[in-house]
């Protein structure tokens, strides 16, 4: 349990490892479809969204994402990518994502924007995680 103020919120996290995987994406994927099945309406939301976080870490830092943290809480999703690289100034929204219509890469946070409540960037004491928090009951991606 989570200690919220003076209510409590019971919080169901799932944890997946994703160092020194073949397949990061395709794991990080299915488990957060597993994790969230049959449960919230905004499933195929945080897929996307994991797997937008995942191949970001994998592109843009020397060691790829080592895991991935998804919580269920009372009205929201959230989920986590952490990678052992501590250059959270790096990770932000290219310009021009909204704008190149036909661009093949250069919108994964732009995406997460846009089906997030909203998404920052935390430091930790080996690296960085990236959070987006989504909403639990609404869903952009069917």
Do not use: Y
């Given at each position: 349990m989570v200690n919220a103020g003076n209510t409590q919120e019971s919080v169901r996290a799932h944890w997946v490892g994703l160092s020194g995987l073949h397949e990061?994406?395709?794991?990080?994927?299915?488990?957060?479809?597993?994790?969230?099945?049959?449960?919230?309406s905004c499933v195929e939301d945080?897929?996307?969204v994991a797997?937008?976080?995942v191949g970001n870490a994998l592109r843009h830092t020397?060691?790829?994402p080592d895991c991935l943290v998804v919580e269920v809480r009372m009205d929201s999703?959230?989920?986590?990518?952490?990678?052992?690289q501590a250059d959270s100034g790096q990770v932000?929204?290219?310009?021009?994502?909204?704008?190149?219509?036909?661009?093949?890469?250069?919108?994964?946070?732009?995406?997460?924007?846009?089906?997030?409540?909203?998404w920052y960037v935390e430091s930790?004491?080996?690296?960085?995680?990236?959070?987006?928090?989504?909403?639990?009951?609404r869903a952009a991606v069917s």
């Open positions: 990061p994406l395709s794991v990080a994927r299915e488990r957060v479809r597993d994790f969230l099945a049959d449960e919230v945080a897929v996307l797997s937008e976080l020397e060691g790829g999703v959230v989920v986590w990518v952490h990678d052992p932000r929204v290219s310009d021009a994502a909204a704008c190149e219509v036909f661009a093949e890469s250069g919108r994964g946070l732009w995406l997460v924007q846009m089906l997030a409540r909203r930790t004491a080996i690296g960085k995680a990236v959070v987006a928090v989504l909403p639990r009951a």
